[in-house]
């Protein structure tokens, strides 16, 4: 393999940068462009040591700069690394990269370094895919499911499933080969029983997968309501920032206001939307319009009510939009009237909450219908989780074939079908952990991660 390098710190000013190099000749490549003050060259490093030196080109010295020294096999990509710890600029950045260009590195792809690792079996395929859940969390939560999987917790999970189905699947091969060898006993009902538990391990897997997008991926949210029932001022509430205007004017939002806030642990992307409402204003029934679009394709929808006043033909269309939708009523400036929608409201919703945006009181209580809403208040970060569409598919594709196992049983089907049944689960569950992953599965995974890591 090609020797390559990349910068694994973020585009943007910063106290350092460092450039990674990984491969057979990472070593001697840092050498060429890195001398060390005390006159030592990193060749002469165990690994995990470090140098303070300067880095130089052909035009001489480009910045002052520590190289840290790992040996295959003891380092993130399981071969030789040298990471070049520079000052954090742009420029200089890029001028030490291309100075390791120059002594012969070769650009590295998105994710190579982590793919490298994979190949080189420092991870498994699903911990590898966890990485990028690490860099793009959003929330301690997000960051807790993407952490366990990185440590090896759906790893374990799924070899331990796939495990006890190979064990099985190996007597049955056995008992078809050899007849009428003596072969330890595998009863229909000890292998029911083996199918049932591995079905049900998978089954709450996939059942618990949508709970951990929502913590991962975060949720669309709109907030959406009449004219002046108080949508900017929660949404300025929620978000900690005067990001709406608010006035008593009716009308004043006339376009969608966006923002990313972290509510309960859940990665929200607000959307302060135009009041509904009939309206002559072009300009407005635009915005009215647009309300109603983001409504629609929102996966939560915080649908607000003025305590002080009756419902309107537009609240009524609103709760009306609303139904089929994760919605929540939520009943504004309950600091000066209580009770007044209580009724109206909570027969149309399955969460109702009152709150007086202006005060703050009630946000606790609009955080728990959230969680309550979307099914993450009971969720457990902690467990194991699987974390992407590809290892939802396999868990299906894998359970799939249990179940068409458990019907061969039944219905007195030959061993050689229920054979067949249980080597598709396995094979589909290897593939999840990458023991099985085609090359072009594997470079698809990769592609999507940032380049430098």
Known sequence: ???????????????????????????????KIFSSFNGKKLCELSGY????????????????????????????TGEDVVEISCHGGLFVTDK????????????????????????NGKMDLTSAESVMNIISAQGEQAEKIALGVLEGRLFKEIKKINDKLVYDMALLSAWVD?????????????????????RESLQKLINDFDKGQIILEGVDTAIVGCPNVGKSTLMNLISGTEKSIVTE???????????????GG????????????????????????????????????????????????ADYRLIELCKGKNAIGIINKTDLD??????????????????????????????????????????DTSATAIVNDRQCECCKKALDALIDAENALEFGMTMDAVTVCLDSAIENLMVLTGEKATELVVNEIFAQFCVGK
């Open 338 to 379: 209580k009770n007044h929608l209580k009724g109206k409201i909570e027969k149309n919703f399955s969460q109702t909450v009152f709150i007086s945006a202006k005060t703050g009181k009630g946000k606790e209580e609009l955080t728990r219908a959230i969680e309550q809403t979307l099914g993450t208040a009971d969720f």
């Open 178 to 198: 050899y007849p009428y060898e003596e072969i330890e006993d595998l009863s229909d009902n000890n292998l029911k029983e083996h199918i049932k538990e591995s």
């Open 249 to 263: 004017i009716a009308g004043t939002t006339r376009d969608i206001v966006e923002d990313t806030v972290n509510v």
């Open 49 to 76: 040591s470090a140098l303070y030196g300067k880095a130089s080109d052909d035009n001489g010295s480009i910045d002052n700069v520590v190289a840290l020294v790992f040996k295959a096999p003891k380092s993130y």
């Open 1 to 31: 393999m090609s020797t390559i390098a990349a910068i694994s710190t973020g585009r943007a000013p910063g106290g350092i940068g460092v450039i990674r190099i990984s491969g057979e000749n990472a070593i001697s490549v840092a050498d």
């Open 96 to 119: 030490v990269l291309k100075a390791v260009y120059s002594a012969g590195a070769v650009p590295a792809e998105p994710g190579e370094f982590t793919k490298r690792a994979f190949l």
């Open 266 to 313: 859940i990665t929200l992307r607000l959307a302060d939307t135009a009041g509904v409402r009939e309206t002559e204003d072009i300009v407005e029934s635009i915005g009215v319009d647009r309300a109603v679009k983001r409504l629609e394709n929102a996966e939560l929808v915080l649908a607000v009510f003025d305590a002080t006043r009756e419902l309107n033909e």
